[in-house]
């Protein structure tokens, strides 16, 4: 995914999610590490985090965007914008934003390090906090063998 088809998913998301124009930038910044997003209070750009997208796909990508404009919206409108604001809560609620910006941060948080398995054949997607011996497990969907992808640890 390129910047331009993210800053185009953003734009859709506000219209569709918040009747809402968003008339600033959206971006991949490469120096995010464990958070998925993040909106900027001075130039009110919004910035994203690509190994999300990569790591848990579509779903998480467009979970942390709606997370990031609610951020946008109720500061533009001079509402109540941060986590534990009334206004915040009230709107997440609303449009089914999760409450972390990030599963990779959620991961991290409760563990040091995060496996991450994928199914050679259907490609389903396995996170674990422990190493898998992938010679002993199948994948729990196909059969299929499985191999490791990635591993993240915390610095
Ligand atoms: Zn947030
Ligand atoms: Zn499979």
């Not at 506000?14 to 124009?21: A, K």
């Not at 910044?29 to 999300?52: A, D, F, M, V, W």
């Not at 467009?62 to 109720?74: K, M, T, V």
């Not at 190493?131 to 199948?138: G, H, L």
Request: glycine letters at 6%.
């Amino acid at each position: 995914m390129t910047d331009q088809e993210l800053q185009l998913l953003v734009e859709q998301m506000s219209l569709e999610y918040f009747g809402r124009s968003f008339l600033h930038k959206a971006y991949f910044n490469p120096r995010l590490k464990t958070t998925g997003g993040r909106y900027l209070l001075k130039s009110h750009n919004i910035e994203l985090n690509r190994k999300s997208y990569e790591l848990f796909g579509m779903e998480e990508l467009r979970g942390i965007i709606l997370h990031e404009l609610c951020h946008y919206h109720l500061h533009i409108q001079g509402k109540g914008y941060k986590h534990r604001d009334k206004d915040f809560r009230n709107l997440m609620a609303k449009v089914g934003a999760p409450r972390y910006c990030s599963r990779i941060e959620e991961s991290y948080r409760k563990h040091k390090t995060v496996h991450l398995y994928e199914c050679a054949t259907c490609h389903q997607q396995y996170i674990r906090k422990r190493r898998m011996d992938v010679r002993k497990y199948r994948c729990g969907i196909c059969r299929g063998p499985l191999k490791k992808v990635s591993e993240f640890k915390k610095n």
